[in-house]
């Protein structure tokens, strides 16, 4: 049992689900429903994964904080399929559910904080069908019009100045956002931590490190003593 209590807040993709691993699949689906004429639709798949992958790298300066859609494909009706498909075959994380429930069993606030999707409202339907939704405290989604600096204002104006523990799989995300009461945790995800750098790392203070959600209970254990 932990002797005070923290706000805990949770990104979503690669954090909490793999949400990765299926989206060359979703993107098939998503091709045949659309385009069942389309040839090549196992090749044209790949290539989408493979510029997707290009949007899930850092991004710093004057680009982070706003998300736009990269190409018109990720707009409109075959953008909301391929959500959709992925959204079904999105599979929580070993221990999401349980760890979330024994987090609230302490008395912490649990919310989730992640990232809008190229579409405003797909973030909040895929963290429905996760299935996870309900077990949140709150669910702030920042990205389009509200940036992440002004979400993490806004929790400390409805929570208050407890520890903020920070849960993400993309570290670059913590550097100069947070407070001097923010404790951040790398959720080793591999298909972001590829692109995770010393140089990053170097630059964000009170970091941990997990490579399950399980081990965010040790962490916490070691936080409050
Ligand atoms: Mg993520």
Redesign the pocket.
């Known amino acids: 049992m932990c002797s005070f209590l923290m706000i805990i807040a949770f990104?979503?993709?690669?954090?909490l689900v793999d949400s990765y691993s299926c989206i060359e699949e979703a993107f098939y689906r998503a091709l045949r429903r659309t385009y069942p004429w389309f040839p090549g639709k196992r090749y044209m798949a790949k290539l989408l994964t493979k510029i997707e992958l290009q949007f899930e790298r850092p991004r710093f300066g004057r680009h982070s904080g706003k998300i736009k859609a990269p190409m018109k494909i990720f707009q409109g009706k075959f953008a909301r399929i391929w959500f959709e498909e992925r959204a079904k075959l999105t599979k929580p994380l070993e221990g999401a559910r349980e760890v979330l429930k024994e987090l609230k069993r302490e008395g912490h606030i649990v919310i989730s904080f992640?990232a809008e999707d190229f579409i405003p409202g797909v973030k909040e339907y895929r963290l429905r069908q996760s299935g996870l939704y309900d077990i949140f405290d709150d669910v702030i989604i920042f990205g389009h019009g509200v940036s992440i600096k002004e979400a993490f204002r806004l929790v400390r104006e409805k929570y208050g100045n407890e520890t903020f523990v920070w849960v993400?799989?993309?570290p670059w995300r913590f550097i100069g956002n947070g407070d001097e009461n923010t404790e951040y945790v790398w959720m080793y995800f591999p298909y972001?931590a590829r692109f995770v750098t010393k140089e990053i790392l170097d630059k964000i203070p009170h970091l941990h490190v997990i490579y399950d959600l399980w081990s965010l209970l040790d962490v916490l254990r070691r936080l409050s003593v």
Do not use: L
């Open positions: 990104d979503f993709d690669g954090t992640s993400d799989d993309k972001t």
